[in-house]
């Protein structure tokens, strides 16, 4: 099955800050739908939170977050991971950023991964001290910080057909991270451990969610407008 079959060639994409991911939502998809698809990938990972707080175990915390979108609905067509340095010896300085990048360079169609670096522009441009900005990188940078920090980032898009493809990268360092943490430059002697790649391809049916999403709602309460911020809107020609 190809990715690529997948791209419509003119969309127009919302962009969100979901949570720890950077999420595009094609506008093609019916204002409901649209909503169920935040929804869903929100509560995986507030559900994932809560079992694992800190998220400092990946293994797990993907564990959760994937079966509970499967449980929402969401039908599982590829996923693929990579614990270790999946970066070159060439990429001797990086960023969050361009490890997300070369994630997904290995898994989306070209359009996907432009879509996927106009929206990282736009959380990027965030006003760091912006509540929506904090809640990134509230869920993105893990642990106390003080010796070690924990940062996983995850990008996804979903196409009017329902299919989403999301990609992430997490791995520990000692370095500092400021503010714009998804620029900042690092080192791989500076990564302690693995920097693991992960990606999934899976596609949403609203019918199987029908006898969850009171309950979805109910649950997330206040926390689907403080921590799912649409944040722009994508132009695709």
């Known amino acids: 099955m190809s990715l690529a079959s997948f791209w419509s060639a003119e969309m127009g994409y919302s962009v969100y800050i979901c949570a720890g991911s950077v999420l595009v939502v094609s506008q093609d ?3 409901a739908r649209q909503q169920d698809v935040l929804d869903t990938v929100l509560f995986a990972q507030l559900a994932a939170d809560e079992d694992f707080p800190g998220g400092c175990n990946d293994s797990q915390w993907f564990d959760v977050f994937t079966s509970t979108l499967s449980a929402c609905g969401w039908a599982f067509y590829a996923q693929k991971e990579t614990d270790e340095h999946f970066l070159t010896s ?3 300085t990086f960023s969050v950023r361009d490890a997300l990048a070369v994630s997904a360079n290995r898994n989306c169609s070209d359009d ?3 879509v996927l670096s106009a929206a990282l ?3 990027v441009a965030l006003p760091p001290d912006s ?3 904090q809640v990134f990188r509230e869920h993105s940078l893990l642990g ?3 010796e070690m920090t924990r940062i996983r980032v995850m990008g996804g898009i979903v196409e009017a057909n329902g299919f989403l493809s999301m990609t992430s990268v997490s791995f520990d360092t000692h370095v500092m991270l400021g503010k714009h943490f ?3 430059e690092i080192t791989l002697n500076q990564v302690d451990g693995a920097l693991s790649s992960r990606f999934f391809l899976a596609r949403f049916n609203h019918d199987e969610f029908n006898d969850y999403r009171e309950d979805t709602v109910e649950w997330l309460g206040a926390q689907r407008g403080t921590q799912c911020v649409e944040i722009g ?3 695709i020609e």
Do not use: I, R
């Open 29 to 31: 998809l019916l204002p």
């Open 90 to 92: 060439d990429d001797a």
């Open 112 to 114: 996907q991964v432009a």
């Open 121 to 123: 522009d736009k959380a």
């Open 131 to 133: 509540d929506v900005a």
């Open 144 to 146: 106390d910080g003080a």
């Open 182 to 184: 998804v620029e900042n």
């Open 233 to 235: 809107v994508l132009s």
